[in-house]
Protein backbone atom coordinates (compact mmCIF):
# COMPACT_ATOMS: atom_id res chain seq x y z
CA UNK A 1 0.00 0.00 0.00
CA UNK A 2 1.20 3.34 -1.02
CA UNK A 3 1.88 6.08 1.66
CA UNK A 4 -0.65 8.17 0.03
CA UNK A 5 -2.94 5.21 0.05
CA UNK A 6 -2.59 5.02 3.60
CA UNK A 7 -3.32 8.59 4.07
CA UNK A 8 -6.72 7.96 2.59
CA UNK A 9 -7.18 5.16 4.40
CA UNK A 10 -6.54 6.65 7.79
CA UNK A 11 -9.19 10.08 6.59
CA UNK A 12 -11.96 7.72 5.64
CA UNK A 13 -11.74 5.71 9.07
CA UNK A 14 -12.00 9.05 10.76
CA UNK A 15 -15.18 10.28 8.39
CA UNK A 16 -16.84 6.61 9.08
CA UNK A 17 -15.87 6.26 13.56
CA UNK A 18 -17.56 10.23 13.03
CA UNK A 19 -21.06 9.18 10.97
CA UNK A 20 -21.23 6.24 12.85
CA UNK A 21 -21.50 8.30 16.39
CA UNK A 22 -23.79 10.21 14.81
CA UNK A 23 -26.38 7.81 13.28
CA UNK A 24 -26.31 6.14 16.62
CA UNK A 25 -27.23 9.32 18.66
CA UNK A 26 -23.87 10.23 19.96
CA UNK A 27 -22.72 13.25 20.13
CA UNK A 28 -19.61 14.03 19.20
CA UNK A 29 -19.67 17.34 20.27
CA UNK A 30 -18.92 18.85 23.86
CA UNK A 31 -22.30 20.79 25.77
CA UNK A 32 -22.40 24.37 25.25
CA UNK A 33 -21.54 25.58 28.88
CA UNK A 34 -18.57 22.44 29.01
CA UNK A 35 -17.30 23.47 24.92
CA UNK A 36 -16.48 26.83 25.95
CA UNK A 37 -15.01 26.15 29.17
CA UNK A 38 -12.28 23.85 27.43
CA UNK A 39 -11.92 26.01 24.28
CA UNK A 40 -11.32 28.71 27.03
CA UNK A 41 -8.49 26.69 28.41
CA UNK A 42 -6.90 25.42 25.15
CA UNK A 43 -6.14 28.61 23.59
CA UNK A 44 -3.73 28.98 26.66
CA UNK A 45 -1.51 26.28 25.11
CA UNK A 46 -1.16 28.76 21.52
CA UNK A 47 0.67 31.67 21.70
CA UNK A 48 -0.50 34.65 19.56
CA UNK A 49 0.80 37.44 20.07
CA UNK A 50 2.15 40.81 18.85
CA UNK A 51 0.57 44.22 17.51
CA UNK A 52 -0.46 45.00 14.28
CA UNK A 53 1.36 42.98 11.46
CA UNK A 54 4.36 42.26 14.03
CA UNK A 55 2.87 39.01 15.40
CA UNK A 56 3.82 35.35 16.34
CA UNK A 57 1.64 32.57 16.44
CA UNK A 58 2.95 28.96 17.58
CA UNK A 59 0.30 26.36 17.54
CA UNK A 60 -0.42 23.74 20.12
CA UNK A 61 1.70 21.14 18.91
CA UNK A 62 5.39 23.49 19.90
CA UNK A 63 6.91 22.59 23.42
CA UNK A 64 6.31 25.94 25.39
CA UNK A 65 2.41 24.94 25.15
CA UNK A 66 3.04 22.32 28.34
CA UNK A 67 4.06 26.02 30.26
CA UNK A 68 1.52 26.97 32.90
CA UNK A 69 1.37 30.46 34.42
CA UNK A 70 2.16 29.08 37.92
CA UNK A 71 5.79 28.51 36.76
CA UNK A 72 6.20 32.17 35.33
CA UNK A 73 5.24 33.55 39.08
CA UNK A 74 7.63 31.05 40.59
CA UNK A 75 10.75 32.10 37.89
CA UNK A 76 10.16 35.80 38.58
CA UNK A 77 10.22 35.02 42.53
CA UNK A 78 13.22 33.46 41.49
CA UNK A 79 15.08 36.31 39.96
CA UNK A 80 13.89 38.50 42.27
CA UNK A 81 15.33 37.65 45.11
CA UNK A 82 19.05 36.96 43.32
CA UNK A 83 20.21 40.42 41.99
CA UNK A 84 23.88 39.16 41.28
CA UNK A 85 22.14 37.22 38.06
CA UNK A 86 22.19 41.23 35.96
CA UNK A 87 25.82 41.35 36.97
CA UNK A 88 26.98 38.15 35.40
CA UNK A 89 24.76 38.81 32.54
CA UNK A 90 26.32 41.95 32.14
CA UNK A 91 29.78 40.21 32.03
CA UNK A 92 29.10 37.70 29.58
CA UNK A 93 28.22 40.44 27.32
CA UNK A 94 31.37 42.21 27.42
CA UNK A 95 32.76 38.93 25.84
CA UNK A 96 30.45 39.48 23.04
CA UNK A 97 31.51 40.46 19.63
CA UNK A 98 29.59 43.30 17.60
CA UNK A 99 27.25 41.77 15.83
CA UNK A 100 27.22 42.00 11.45
CA UNK A 101 24.18 43.62 9.59
CA UNK A 102 21.81 40.91 8.40
CA UNK A 103 21.11 42.85 5.82
CA UNK A 104 24.17 42.92 4.22
CA UNK A 105 24.43 40.04 1.60
CA UNK A 106 27.61 38.05 1.62
CA UNK A 107 29.73 38.34 -1.23
CA UNK A 108 29.99 35.39 -3.59
CA UNK A 109 32.19 32.38 -2.64
CA UNK A 110 34.93 31.54 -4.93
CA UNK A 111 37.18 27.83 -4.96
CA UNK A 112 39.91 29.53 -3.05
CA UNK A 113 37.55 30.57 -0.17
CA UNK A 114 36.14 27.17 0.36
CA UNK A 115 39.33 25.60 0.00
CA UNK A 116 40.80 28.37 2.79
CA UNK A 117 38.21 26.68 5.08
CA UNK A 118 39.32 22.97 5.28
CA UNK A 119 40.75 22.14 8.24
CA UNK A 120 44.33 19.72 7.70
CA UNK A 121 43.42 16.22 6.69
CA UNK A 122 43.96 14.56 10.46
CA UNK A 123 41.04 16.99 11.48
CA UNK A 124 39.15 16.27 9.40
CA UNK A 125 38.71 12.51 9.02
CA UNK A 126 37.64 12.16 13.11
CA UNK A 127 35.15 14.67 11.93
CA UNK A 128 33.59 13.25 8.87
CA UNK A 129 33.40 9.61 11.15
CA UNK A 130 31.60 11.18 13.29
CA UNK A 131 29.04 12.46 10.64
CA UNK A 132 29.18 9.03 9.04
CA UNK A 133 28.31 7.53 13.12
CA UNK A 134 25.31 9.61 14.07
CA UNK A 135 23.78 11.35 11.72
CA UNK A 136 23.47 9.17 8.34
CA UNK A 137 22.57 6.05 11.33
CA UNK A 138 19.31 7.94 10.38
CA UNK A 139 19.50 10.74 7.48
CA UNK A 140 20.33 9.16 4.72
CA UNK A 141 21.60 12.30 2.88
CA UNK A 142 25.61 11.02 1.66
CA UNK A 143 26.30 7.34 0.14
CA UNK A 144 29.54 6.71 2.33
CA UNK A 145 31.85 4.36 0.16
CA UNK A 146 31.00 7.38 -2.67
CA UNK A 147 31.85 10.34 -0.25
CA UNK A 148 35.34 8.49 0.76
CA UNK A 149 36.14 7.51 -2.52
CA UNK A 150 36.24 11.04 -3.85
CA UNK A 151 37.55 12.13 -0.30
CA UNK A 152 40.76 9.81 -0.95
CA UNK A 153 41.02 10.87 -4.60
CA UNK A 154 40.55 14.86 -3.70
CA UNK A 155 42.49 15.04 -0.45
CA UNK A 156 46.20 15.42 -1.97
CA UNK A 157 45.48 18.17 -4.41
CA UNK A 158 42.48 20.52 -3.38
CA UNK A 159 42.92 22.50 -6.39
CA UNK A 160 41.05 19.72 -8.49
CA UNK A 161 38.44 19.54 -5.81
CA UNK A 162 35.05 20.52 -6.82
CA UNK A 163 33.02 23.09 -4.94
CA UNK A 164 30.10 20.91 -4.26
CA UNK A 165 32.34 18.72 -2.52
CA UNK A 166 34.11 20.90 -0.37
CA UNK A 167 30.79 22.46 0.45
CA UNK A 168 29.33 19.10 1.18
CA UNK A 169 32.40 18.38 3.28
CA UNK A 170 32.10 21.82 5.47
CA UNK A 171 28.17 20.79 5.75
CA UNK A 172 29.08 17.73 7.42
CA UNK A 173 32.01 18.54 9.86
CA UNK A 174 29.52 21.40 10.86
CA UNK A 175 26.84 19.03 11.98
CA UNK A 176 29.02 17.75 14.67
CA UNK A 177 31.60 20.17 15.47
CA UNK A 178 30.07 21.12 18.63
CA UNK A 179 29.95 16.70 19.41
CA UNK A 180 33.11 16.49 19.30
CA UNK A 181 35.79 16.46 22.00
CA UNK A 182 37.63 19.08 21.41
CA UNK A 183 38.49 21.67 24.41
CA UNK A 184 35.48 24.00 25.27
CA UNK A 185 36.41 27.93 24.56
CA UNK A 186 34.05 30.58 24.10
CA UNK A 187 33.63 34.17 22.49
CA UNK A 188 30.57 35.71 24.39
CA UNK A 189 28.12 33.07 25.09
CA UNK A 190 28.62 31.04 21.85
CA UNK A 191 31.50 28.04 21.83
CA UNK A 192 34.44 28.17 19.61
CA UNK A 193 33.54 25.11 17.94
CA UNK A 194 29.87 26.67 17.07
CA UNK A 195 31.57 29.82 15.54
CA UNK A 196 33.76 27.39 13.56
CA UNK A 197 30.23 25.90 12.33
CA UNK A 198 28.23 28.76 11.78
CA UNK A 199 32.06 29.83 9.42
CA UNK A 200 31.60 26.75 7.65
CA UNK A 201 27.62 27.00 6.70
CA UNK A 202 27.43 30.22 6.17
CA UNK A 203 30.65 29.97 3.52
CA UNK A 204 28.72 26.66 2.26
CA UNK A 205 25.37 28.81 1.98
CA UNK A 206 26.64 31.74 -0.11
CA UNK A 207 28.64 29.75 -2.52
CA UNK A 208 25.21 27.81 -2.93
CA UNK A 209 23.30 30.65 -2.85
CA UNK A 210 25.34 31.75 -5.97
CA UNK A 211 25.31 28.79 -8.04
CA UNK A 212 23.39 27.96 -11.23
CA UNK A 213 20.47 26.04 -11.09
CA UNK A 214 20.53 24.87 -14.57
CA UNK A 215 23.04 22.25 -14.41
CA UNK A 216 21.34 20.28 -11.07
CA UNK A 217 23.22 17.42 -9.62
CA UNK A 218 22.48 15.34 -6.30
CA UNK A 219 24.74 17.70 -4.52
CA UNK A 220 22.30 20.65 -4.49
CA UNK A 221 19.59 18.07 -2.61
CA UNK A 222 22.56 17.14 -0.41
CA UNK A 223 23.39 20.88 0.48
CA UNK A 224 20.37 21.43 0.88
CA UNK A 225 19.60 19.32 3.24
CA UNK A 226 22.55 19.59 5.53
CA UNK A 227 22.19 23.13 5.23
CA UNK A 228 18.72 22.57 7.37
CA UNK A 229 20.80 19.39 9.54
CA UNK A 230 23.56 21.84 10.32
CA UNK A 231 21.81 25.24 11.21
CA UNK A 232 19.40 23.26 13.84
CA UNK A 233 22.43 21.45 15.35
CA UNK A 234 23.85 24.53 15.74
CA UNK A 235 20.99 26.62 17.33
CA UNK A 236 21.29 29.30 14.05
CA UNK A 237 18.20 31.23 13.77
CA UNK A 238 16.19 29.05 15.52
CA UNK A 239 12.74 31.44 14.09
CA UNK A 240 13.71 30.38 10.70
CA UNK A 241 14.06 26.52 10.87
CA UNK A 242 10.19 25.56 10.38
CA UNK A 243 10.13 27.74 7.40
CA UNK A 244 13.16 26.48 5.62
CA UNK A 245 12.06 22.91 6.07
CA UNK A 246 8.84 23.91 4.24
CA UNK A 247 10.85 25.53 1.57
CA UNK A 248 12.89 22.17 1.39
CA UNK A 249 10.38 19.69 0.94
CA UNK A 250 8.87 22.09 -1.77
CA UNK A 251 12.18 22.27 -3.63
CA UNK A 252 11.82 18.53 -3.36
CA UNK A 253 8.67 18.28 -5.11
CA UNK A 254 9.74 21.00 -7.61
CA UNK A 255 12.02 18.51 -8.58
CA UNK A 256 9.59 15.43 -8.24
CA UNK A 257 11.15 13.91 -5.65
CA UNK A 258 7.54 12.94 -4.07
CA UNK A 259 6.97 10.44 -7.24
CA UNK A 260 8.58 7.24 -7.47
CA UNK A 261 11.02 7.39 -9.34
CA UNK A 262 11.08 3.72 -11.14
CA UNK A 263 8.40 6.47 -13.06
CA UNK A 264 11.54 7.72 -15.00
CA UNK A 265 12.17 4.27 -16.57
CA UNK A 266 15.44 4.09 -18.54
CA UNK A 267 16.28 7.34 -18.03
CA UNK A 268 17.77 6.64 -13.94
CA UNK A 269 19.96 4.90 -12.60
CA UNK A 270 19.16 2.26 -9.81
CA UNK A 271 21.68 4.14 -7.52
CA UNK A 272 19.97 7.29 -8.75
CA UNK A 273 16.53 5.99 -7.89
CA UNK A 274 17.56 4.81 -4.28
CA UNK A 275 18.86 8.12 -3.08
CA UNK A 276 15.78 10.15 -4.44
CA UNK A 277 14.16 7.81 -2.37
CA UNK A 278 15.98 8.42 0.63
CA UNK A 279 16.88 12.37 -0.23
CA UNK A 280 12.73 12.56 0.16
CA UNK A 281 12.35 10.56 3.14
CA UNK A 282 14.77 12.93 4.70
CA UNK A 283 13.24 15.92 3.41
CA UNK A 284 9.82 14.78 4.67
CA UNK A 285 10.97 13.81 8.23
CA UNK A 286 12.81 16.77 9.12
CA UNK A 287 9.79 19.52 8.01
CA UNK A 288 7.42 17.09 9.67
CA UNK A 289 9.11 17.35 13.48
CA UNK A 290 10.19 20.99 12.59
CA UNK A 291 6.36 21.79 11.51
CA UNK A 292 4.89 20.02 14.63
CA UNK A 293 7.83 22.10 17.08
CA UNK A 294 6.92 25.17 15.42
CA UNK A 295 2.65 24.53 16.29
CA UNK A 296 2.21 23.85 12.54
CA UNK A 297 0.14 21.20 10.50
CA UNK A 298 2.90 19.67 8.12
CA UNK A 299 2.40 21.48 4.53
CA UNK A 300 2.67 17.85 3.32
CA UNK A 301 -1.34 17.34 4.51
CA UNK A 302 -3.09 16.58 1.37
CA UNK A 303 -0.11 16.38 -0.68
CA UNK A 304 -0.29 12.75 -3.25
CA UNK A 305 2.99 11.16 -2.95
CA UNK A 306 3.76 7.53 -4.06
CA UNK A 307 7.58 7.59 -3.63
CA UNK A 308 8.23 4.01 -2.37
CA UNK A 309 10.29 3.81 1.28
CA UNK A 310 13.75 3.83 1.27
CA UNK A 311 15.43 -0.08 0.69
CA UNK A 312 16.50 -1.63 3.77
CA UNK A 313 19.97 -2.07 2.77
CA UNK A 314 23.50 -0.59 3.53
CA UNK A 315 25.63 1.50 1.03
CA UNK A 316 27.45 -1.04 0.27
CA UNK A 317 24.16 -3.10 -1.23
CA UNK A 318 24.47 -0.70 -4.08
CA UNK A 319 27.29 0.82 -5.19
CA UNK A 320 27.39 3.54 -7.80
CA UNK A 321 25.45 5.69 -10.61
CA UNK A 322 27.02 3.15 -12.95
CA UNK A 323 25.83 -0.04 -11.84
CA UNK A 324 22.16 -1.55 -12.86
CA UNK A 325 21.06 -3.79 -10.55
CA UNK A 326 18.70 -2.96 -8.03
CA UNK A 327 19.42 -2.88 -4.52
CA UNK A 328 18.10 -6.15 -2.30
CA UNK A 329 15.92 -5.10 0.41
CA UNK A 330 16.63 -6.75 3.85
CA UNK A 331 13.74 -8.21 6.00
CA UNK A 332 12.06 -5.40 8.26
CA UNK A 333 13.71 -7.11 11.39
CA UNK A 334 17.27 -6.71 10.00
CA UNK A 335 19.63 -3.04 11.35
CA UNK A 336 21.17 -1.64 8.17
CA UNK A 337 21.85 2.06 8.44
CA UNK A 338 18.90 3.05 6.24
CA UNK A 339 16.40 0.72 8.25
CA UNK A 340 15.02 4.14 9.90
CA UNK A 341 14.02 5.58 6.86
CA UNK A 342 12.92 2.37 5.73
CA UNK A 343 10.98 1.13 9.13
CA UNK A 344 9.82 5.31 9.70
CA UNK A 345 8.11 5.70 6.52
CA UNK A 346 5.44 3.06 7.54
CA UNK A 347 4.10 5.82 9.98
CA UNK A 348 4.18 8.77 7.74
CA UNK A 349 0.98 9.03 6.58
CA UNK A 350 -0.50 8.90 10.46
CA UNK A 351 2.12 11.93 11.70
CA UNK A 352 1.03 14.16 8.90
CA UNK A 353 -2.16 13.67 9.77
CA UNK A 354 -2.00 14.05 13.62
CA UNK A 355 -0.18 16.95 12.75
CA UNK A 356 -2.93 18.39 11.23
CA UNK A 357 -5.46 17.15 13.94
CA UNK A 358 -3.41 18.80 17.06
CA UNK A 359 -2.82 21.96 15.37
CA UNK A 360 -6.83 22.33 14.93
CA UNK A 361 -8.12 25.09 16.43
CA UNK A 362 -11.20 22.68 17.77
CA UNK A 363 -10.24 20.44 20.50
CA UNK A 364 -10.73 16.75 20.58
CA UNK A 365 -13.06 14.64 23.00
CA UNK A 366 -12.06 12.12 24.98
CA UNK A 367 -12.91 9.21 22.74
CA UNK A 368 -11.25 11.00 19.49
CA UNK A 369 -8.19 10.87 20.97
CA UNK A 370 -8.56 7.77 22.07
CA UNK A 371 -8.89 6.66 18.89
CA UNK A 372 -5.82 7.86 17.74
CA UNK A 373 -3.84 6.82 20.47
CA UNK A 374 -4.63 3.02 19.36
CA UNK A 375 -3.21 4.02 16.43
CA UNK A 376 -0.21 4.86 17.39
CA UNK A 377 0.28 2.10 19.89
CA UNK A 378 -0.60 -0.09 16.99
CA UNK A 379 2.79 1.88 14.96
CA UNK A 380 4.80 1.42 18.67
CA UNK A 381 3.91 -2.21 18.54
CA UNK A 382 4.75 -3.21 15.12
CA UNK A 383 8.27 -1.28 15.07
CA UNK A 384 10.91 -4.39 14.59
CA UNK A 385 12.48 -5.78 17.46
CA UNK A 386 15.61 -3.75 17.66
CA UNK A 387 13.92 -0.60 17.87
CA UNK A 388 11.53 -1.49 20.75
CA UNK A 389 12.09 0.87 23.89
CA UNK A 390 13.16 -1.56 25.95
CA UNK A 391 14.64 -4.08 23.89
CA UNK A 392 18.99 -4.28 24.58
CA UNK A 393 20.19 -2.61 21.13
CA UNK A 394 23.48 -2.37 19.58
CA UNK A 395 25.65 0.72 19.77
CA UNK A 396 25.49 1.00 15.48
CA UNK A 397 21.25 0.66 16.24
CA UNK A 398 20.33 2.73 18.80
CA UNK A 399 20.02 6.44 17.47
CA UNK A 400 17.85 4.79 14.79
CA UNK A 401 15.81 2.62 17.76
CA UNK A 402 15.37 5.84 19.79
CA UNK A 403 14.55 8.11 17.36
CA UNK A 404 11.58 5.40 15.80
CA UNK A 405 10.15 5.37 19.43
CA UNK A 406 10.33 8.83 20.69
CA UNK A 407 8.83 10.25 16.86
CA UNK A 408 5.88 8.31 17.82
CA UNK A 409 5.60 8.42 21.77
CA UNK A 410 5.61 12.27 21.69
CA UNK A 411 1.71 12.20 20.32
CA UNK A 412 0.85 10.78 23.14
CA UNK A 413 1.89 13.90 25.13
CA UNK A 414 0.54 16.34 22.58
CA UNK A 415 -2.79 14.17 22.30
CA UNK A 416 -3.63 13.31 26.07
CA UNK A 417 -2.02 17.35 27.69
CA UNK A 418 -5.17 19.06 27.07
CA UNK A 419 -7.40 16.71 28.84
CA UNK A 420 -4.29 15.85 31.61
CA UNK A 421 -5.17 19.69 32.42
CA UNK A 422 -8.52 18.80 33.05
CA UNK A 423 -8.30 16.09 35.18
CA UNK A 424 -9.15 17.81 38.37
CA UNK A 425 -12.79 18.85 37.10
CA UNK A 426 -13.01 15.46 35.21
CA UNK A 427 -11.73 11.91 36.95
CA UNK A 428 -12.18 9.97 33.56
CA UNK A 429 -9.11 12.18 32.34
CA UNK A 430 -6.73 10.84 34.99
CA UNK A 431 -5.96 8.00 32.52
CA UNK A 432 -4.78 11.29 30.03
CA UNK A 433 -2.49 12.33 32.86
CA UNK A 434 -1.30 9.08 33.64
CA UNK A 435 -0.43 8.34 29.82
CA UNK A 436 1.67 11.71 29.97
CA UNK A 437 3.29 10.37 32.93
CA UNK A 438 4.28 7.30 31.61
CA UNK A 439 5.11 8.35 27.65
CA UNK A 440 7.50 11.45 29.11
CA UNK A 441 9.61 8.86 31.72
CA UNK A 442 10.24 6.37 28.34
CA UNK A 443 11.36 9.42 26.30
CA UNK A 444 13.45 10.78 28.97
CA UNK A 445 14.58 6.92 29.96
CA UNK A 446 15.68 6.80 25.89
CA UNK A 447 17.91 10.32 26.26
CA UNK A 448 19.28 9.10 29.17
CA UNK A 449 20.65 5.69 27.80
CA UNK A 450 21.97 7.98 24.84
CA UNK A 451 23.76 10.19 27.12
CA UNK A 452 25.32 7.52 28.65
CA UNK A 453 26.91 6.41 25.41
CA UNK A 454 27.83 10.40 24.92
CA UNK A 455 25.92 10.26 21.64
CA UNK A 456 24.40 14.04 21.22
CA UNK A 457 23.12 14.35 18.16
CA UNK A 458 19.05 13.70 19.02
CA UNK A 459 19.06 15.90 21.91
CA UNK A 460 20.56 18.47 20.07
CA UNK A 461 18.61 18.15 16.73
CA UNK A 462 15.31 17.79 18.46
CA UNK A 463 12.95 19.23 21.30
CA UNK A 464 11.85 16.20 22.68
CA UNK A 465 13.96 15.89 26.05
CA UNK A 466 12.49 19.13 26.97
CA UNK A 467 9.24 18.41 25.81
CA UNK A 468 8.98 15.30 27.83
CA UNK A 469 11.07 17.25 30.95
CA UNK A 470 8.37 19.35 31.36
CA UNK A 471 4.80 17.35 30.68
CA UNK A 472 6.11 15.13 33.61
CA UNK A 473 6.83 18.29 35.97
CA UNK A 474 3.69 20.08 34.89
CA UNK A 475 1.61 16.59 35.70
CA UNK A 476 3.85 16.40 38.81
CA UNK A 477 2.72 19.94 39.54
CA UNK A 478 -1.15 19.30 38.85
CA UNK A 479 -1.14 15.62 40.56
CA UNK A 480 -0.66 17.93 43.82
CA UNK A 481 -3.80 20.31 43.93
CA UNK A 482 -6.59 19.46 45.84
CA UNK A 483 -8.80 18.73 42.81
CA UNK A 484 -6.97 15.79 41.65
CA UNK A 485 -8.24 12.36 42.32
CA UNK A 486 -6.97 9.36 44.86
CA UNK A 487 -5.99 7.34 41.37
CA UNK A 488 -3.68 10.23 40.36
CA UNK A 489 -2.27 10.70 43.68
CA UNK A 490 -1.77 6.86 43.99
CA UNK A 491 -0.28 6.89 40.57
CA UNK A 492 2.78 8.43 42.42
CA UNK A 493 3.43 5.14 44.08
CA UNK A 494 3.55 3.36 41.17
CA UNK A 495 7.03 1.40 40.76
CA UNK A 496 7.82 3.26 37.23
CA UNK A 497 6.07 6.45 38.10
CA UNK A 498 7.66 6.92 41.78
CA UNK A 499 8.10 10.42 42.68
CA UNK A 500 11.98 9.43 43.75
CA UNK A 501 12.10 8.24 40.00
CA UNK A 502 10.49 11.08 38.62
CA UNK A 503 13.05 13.64 40.32
CA UNK A 504 16.12 11.32 39.49
CA UNK A 505 15.01 11.49 35.62
CA UNK A 506 14.95 15.21 35.84
CA UNK A 507 18.65 15.58 37.40
CA UNK A 508 19.64 13.46 35.07
CA UNK A 509 18.10 15.09 32.07
CA UNK A 510 19.60 18.77 33.12
CA UNK A 511 23.12 16.81 33.41
CA UNK A 512 22.52 16.01 29.84
CA UNK A 513 21.05 19.24 28.92
CA UNK A 514 24.30 21.32 30.95
CA UNK A 515 26.76 19.34 28.40
CA UNK A 516 24.79 20.11 25.05
CA UNK A 517 24.63 24.03 26.57
CA UNK A 518 28.30 24.11 27.08
CA UNK A 519 28.66 22.81 24.08
CA UNK A 520 27.20 25.16 22.13
CA UNK A 521 27.15 28.36 24.79
CA UNK A 522 23.22 28.20 23.65
CA UNK A 523 19.72 26.45 24.78
CA UNK A 524 20.24 28.54 28.62
CA UNK A 525 16.36 29.10 28.22
CA UNK A 526 15.61 25.91 28.07
CA UNK A 527 18.17 25.02 30.75
CA UNK A 528 16.96 27.21 33.07
CA UNK A 529 12.95 26.64 32.48
CA UNK A 530 13.61 23.20 33.45
CA UNK A 531 15.28 23.67 36.42
CA UNK A 532 12.82 26.47 37.12
CA UNK A 533 9.85 23.79 36.51
CA UNK A 534 11.86 21.38 38.51
CA UNK A 535 12.09 23.09 41.61
CA UNK A 536 8.24 24.46 41.30
CA UNK A 537 7.42 21.12 41.24
CA UNK A 538 9.60 20.13 44.46
CA UNK A 539 8.22 23.06 46.38
CA UNK A 540 5.30 21.71 45.92
CA UNK A 541 6.05 18.19 47.49
CA UNK A 542 8.10 20.15 50.67
CA UNK A 543 5.55 22.96 51.04
CA UNK A 544 7.70 24.32 54.26
CA UNK A 545 8.96 28.21 53.34
CA UNK A 546 12.48 26.87 53.58
CA UNK A 547 12.63 24.40 51.05
CA UNK A 548 10.78 26.31 48.49
CA UNK A 549 13.08 29.46 48.81
CA UNK A 550 15.48 26.23 48.56
CA UNK A 551 14.09 25.37 45.74
CA UNK A 552 14.41 28.31 44.39
CA UNK A 553 18.02 29.19 45.27
CA UNK A 554 18.75 25.48 43.41
CA UNK A 555 17.02 26.32 40.35
CA UNK A 556 19.35 29.77 40.09
CA UNK A 557 22.33 28.26 41.38
CA UNK A 558 21.69 25.85 38.33
CA UNK A 559 22.25 28.24 35.63
CA UNK A 560 24.80 30.37 37.77
CA UNK A 561 27.04 27.94 37.41
CA UNK A 562 27.03 27.01 33.94
CA UNK A 563 27.57 30.91 33.30
CA UNK A 564 30.44 31.14 35.77
CA UNK A 565 31.87 28.17 33.46
CA UNK A 566 31.54 29.88 30.35
CA UNK A 567 33.20 33.04 31.92
CA UNK A 568 36.28 31.42 33.20
CA UNK A 569 36.64 30.03 29.50
CA UNK A 570 36.30 32.93 27.21
CA UNK A 571 38.70 32.83 24.30
CA UNK A 572 41.22 36.27 24.71
CA UNK A 573 41.61 36.73 21.11
CA UNK A 574 38.40 34.78 20.27
CA UNK A 575 37.38 34.32 16.51
CA UNK A 576 37.69 36.01 13.58
CA UNK A 577 33.75 36.71 12.75
CA UNK A 578 33.61 38.83 9.88
CA UNK A 579 31.40 37.62 7.54
CA UNK A 580 29.82 34.93 10.00
CA UNK A 581 26.48 34.91 11.50
CA UNK A 582 26.38 37.18 14.67
CA UNK A 583 26.52 35.73 18.35
CA UNK A 584 23.33 36.54 19.95
CA UNK A 585 22.81 37.23 23.51
CA UNK A 586 21.11 34.50 25.03
CA UNK A 587 20.34 35.56 28.78
CA UNK A 588 17.09 34.42 29.91
CA UNK A 589 16.27 36.64 33.14
CA UNK A 590 14.89 39.84 32.28
CA UNK A 591 11.17 38.97 31.66
CA UNK A 592 7.92 40.90 31.42
CA UNK A 593 5.11 38.98 33.60
CA UNK A 594 2.21 41.22 33.20
CA UNK A 595 0.30 38.79 30.89
CA UNK A 596 1.17 34.82 32.18
CA UNK A 597 1.88 33.91 29.00
CA UNK A 598 3.45 36.66 27.44
CA UNK A 599 7.20 35.85 29.35
CA UNK A 600 7.38 32.52 27.13
CA UNK A 601 8.31 34.14 24.08
CA UNK A 602 10.29 36.95 24.91
CA UNK A 603 12.17 34.52 27.36
CA UNK A 604 11.52 31.11 26.62
CA UNK A 605 12.08 31.08 22.50
CA UNK A 606 14.73 34.13 22.15
CA UNK A 607 11.26 36.19 20.59
CA UNK A 608 12.38 39.03 21.96
CA UNK A 609 11.84 41.72 19.09
CA UNK A 610 15.37 42.12 17.80
CA UNK A 611 16.46 41.29 14.72
CA UNK A 612 17.71 36.92 15.18
CA UNK A 613 21.03 36.80 14.06
CA UNK A 614 21.56 33.67 15.58
Same mark, same amino acid.
Given at each position: MTMHMRMQTYQIEQLERRLAELENGKSVARTPSGQEETHEREVETRIFRGKSFKTQFYGATHPGSIIFPELGTFMKEAIGHHSHLKRVRDGLKVFKPKQNDPSIIPAAINHLDLVSLLPPRDVCRPLLELYFGTIEKTFRIIHEPTFWAEFER?????????????????????? =???? *?? @????? %???? $?????????????? @??????? *???? %??????? =??? !? !???????? $?????? %?????????????????????????? &????????????????? /???????????????????????????ANVDDSGFEDSFSQQDPVSHPWREYTSASYLHVSHRSVPLRIALSAVLNNTTPLSFDEVRYHEQKIVHELNTLPQWAHSESPRERHSEVAAVLLDVQLRQYLILLHAPLARQAGYDPQYSYSRSVCLESSRMILQNYIRLGQSANHFLSMLRYDIFQASLSM??????????? $????????????????????????? /??????????????????????????? !? /??? &????? @?? @????? #? #?????? =?????? &???? !?????? /????????????????????????? =?????????GEVDCA
Open positions: YSTDFALTPCGFIATQLLMMAC =VKCM *ST @EPMRY %VGSS $SIARETAISWIQAS @ESWYNFL *SRKH %VTIVNYQ =VRC !L !LLVAKRLN $SIKEKQ %VWGWSCDLVRFGMSAGLHREPSLLRG &KISPFEQEMRRRLWATM /VELELQMCLERGMPSSLNGISMDTRAPCHNLFLSTSKS $SSYLLRNLLTAPDIHLELCFAMIAK /VLTILDDQLLRLGKSFKHYWLISATWG !L /VKS &KFEPH @EA @EAETA #K #KEAIDR =VMNLYY &KILT !LQESQG /VETSGCLAVQDSIPFVADYTDPFGW =VLDDVWGFD
